[in-house]
């Protein structure tokens, strides 16, 4: 994959990350029970974030051991195929603990790289 190929998905991921943290922002937890619609609007983009995650190349991932790529990936592959079966506290967890250091490996990774 080519450094542009990369910049695109790592932006892709960034401006995602971001609206997934937007979205939340002024909730709870138990609003992911009661707001269908956002549920189904957050799983969506931990769907894509983790899609274009799968698109980066091997060397950019090597780079930046510490976003945890494998788990953002796997994340997505069960959100795909084990969509019925999510535990919402843990999305939520993800949501409110992981994405904000996420969001902040990924704004240092697209500024080296612009």
């Not at 060397?59 to 788990?71: Q, S």
């Amino acid at each position: 994959m080519s450094l542009r190929d990369d910049q695109t998905a790592l932006r892709e991921m960034l401006d995602h990350t971001i609206e997934a943290m937007s979205l939340i922002a002024p909730l709870t937890r138990n609003d992911l029970d009661s707001e269908r619609v956002l549920y189904l609007a957050l799983l969506q983009l931990c769907q894509i974030i983790g899609e274009a995650a799968t698109r980066l190349s091997q060397d950019l991932r090597d780079a930046h051991p510490a976003v945890p790529w494998r788990e953002v990936i796997a994340f997505r592959n069960r959100l795909i195929h084990g969509y019925d079966t999510i535990d919402r506290d843990i999305l939520w967890a993800i949501l409110t603990t992981d994405f904000p250091k996420l969001r902040k490996e990924l704004e240092s990774i697209v500024s080296q790289n612009p």
